[in-house]
Nanobody
Framework: QLVDSGGGLVQAGGSLTLSCAASGFRIDDYAIHWFRQAPGKEREGISCFISGGNTVHADSVKGRFTISNDNAKNMMYLQMHNLKPEDTAIYYC?????????????????????WGQGTQVTVSS
């Protein structure tokens, strides 16, 4: 399973780091995606990371969000900087067996092997 955490309330321009912890499988054996869903909007993919492979970010977060991993802890992190009110959403991590991040995300849950439960990020203006 995946457990994501680290959400909270932050002012615009601030930073926040989300965590994605895996259990029951090695996180570095999977591509880890980050999705977010804002109120009234569809879930959108924003980042994809493959340990030892490539990383892709959506244009909406490119240059502001980065991903890192700690394989010893079986965890992945999404570092978010220069946050904007439009980044307000529930953020989810998801795992998929994948060789290359394409930058195209299918938001259907059954396309992924594991999902986190979501963590709320609220950015105030």
């Amino acid at each position: 399973q995946l457990v994501d955490s680290g959400g909270g309330l932050v002012q615009a321009g601030g930073s926040l780091t989300l965590s994605c912890a895996a259990s029951g499988f090695r996180i570095d054996d999977y591509a880890i995606h980050w999705f977010r869903q804002a109120p009234g909007k569809e879930r959108e993919g924003i980042s994809c990371f493959i340990s030892g492979g490539n990383t892709v970010h959506a244009d909406s977060v490119k240059g502001r969000f980065t991903i890192s991993n700690d394989n010893a802890k079986n965890m992945m992190y999404l570092q978010m900087h220069n946050l904007k009110p439009e980044d307000t959403a529930i953020y989810y991590c998801a795992a998929e067996k994948l060789d290359v991040c394409s930058g195209i995300w299918d938001s259907r849950e059954d396309e992924y092997d594991y999902w986190g439960q979501g963590t709320q990020v609220t950015v105030s203006s």
